[in-house]
């Protein structure tokens, strides 16, 4: 039996549930309401003490990180693959991954915070006190800090300008892999794919689209991935009206202010 700890709107959970829909499996739902701080509560603690998610219990096994869940599940669940045949292919398809990891996830946090998710925040905990307890939550003390920083500085935090310069890069990147066959990896859609898309599109929901006008290659994969089953059933069908809205209206005047960073 597979349950997964999710929440809807979450990147690493997008691509979680991609790949579960991409395997054909079944799956018990428990999803966290993460700006109401449900995924800090005692009994989430117990399956993920860092009150992350996505969390995979298979069975009586719990595995944790997402980028470890999807190369368990594709291990685990062999058919179809989602890592290429090729050894030197299967290699850059966990670069892409191990690109998340290294960073990427960090910042696209920071752009989403910065932009957009701070409002939530800043709503439900209206007062100083309210607000800090939130942040005492959060137990690892340099994700506090991040936290702290973005929620409290927005655009004007100095943690955006890195993250706008880390994903101009990845834009670059990923139009030059994409050029060749329209995949990150090989000619067919892998791992590397579906890991990725959350982060585009993430960017487009927050009204920055702008940023890949000249990049065609982009928007032919955006579509291609959108027409898979995977798409629909691990994406659209968990997509929130409420999250999506707060991130057009927020995001409407936030271009400017990252066209700036990327021209100074």
Known sequence: MLTLYHNDMSVCAQKTRMVLAHKGLEWESKHLDLRAGEQFSAEFRKINPKGLVPALVHDDKVVLESNAIVQYLDEVFAAPPLLPVDAVERAEARGWLIRLDAGLHEHIAVVSFCVAFRHQILQRHATPESLQEFFAQIRDPSRRAVMEDIVTNGLMSSRLLLAVFVYDKLLKDMTSCLAASGCLVGRELSLADFAMLPYIERLE?????????????????????????????????????????????????????????LSD
């Open 205 to 261: 929901q927050l009204q920055l689209s702008q940023w890949w006008e000249s990049y065609p290659e982009l928007g032919r994969w955006l579509a291609r991935l959108r027409a898979t089953p995977a798409y629909e059933l691990g994406v659209a069908q968990w997509s929130n009206p409420a999250y999506l809205q707060l991130m057009k209206e927020s995001g409407s005047d936030a271009w400017p202010k990252i066209q700036a960073l």
